[in-house]
């Protein structure tokens, strides 16, 4: 028991870890738009320090995430749920989202131009309402 409890505690670390990443990727991205152009160059370094916290940070915690996730769940021993089911489609959709983001902030980066998809725009509302329906789900079990 007391492995599991453990493993629970880093996937709950890792996971906090990760949304906290995707978050300030998002206002970062959302900041960078109402940076005047001229103005630009100075900020990039703020916008260098936060790539680099996403590639030395938030997508590790990202992998530790999905690892310790799947190593709780061979471990539970859990009948199968919808529930569980569910979660699984949020973080499949946080992951994809992630990566649409990170792509988009190394590439803007490059450019010193920011380039990011529409959807991008919302990535910070979607990133929070699939975290509160993820902790939902576990510790709701609806279904």
Do not use: C, D
Not at 24 to 46: D, V, Y
Not at 111 to 129: N, V
């Amino acid at each position: 028991m007391t492995t599991y409890l453990l493993l629970l505690s880093l996937h709950l670390v890792a996971f906090t870890l990760w949304i906290g990443g995707m978050l300030i990727l998002a206002l970062a991205m959302n900041s960078w738009k109402k940076i005047p152009p001229l103005e630009l160059s100075p900020s990039l370094s703020i916008f260098t320090a936060i790539q680099r916290w996403n590639q030395t940070v938030t997508m590790p915690a990202m992998l530790l995430s999905w690892l310790s996730g799947l190593a709780l769940l061979m471990m539970g021993n859990w009948p199968p749920s919808y529930s569980l089911l569910l979660k699984g489609v949020f973080v499949l959709a946080l992951s994809a989202l992630h990566g649409i983001q990170s792509g988009s902030f190394r590439r803007s980066l490059g450019e010193s131009q920011l380039q990011a998809p529409a959807i991008l725009r919302h990535a910070a509302g979607f990133t929070l309402a699939a975290l509160v329906i993820i902790v939902l789900l576990i510790q709701l079990k609806p279904f």
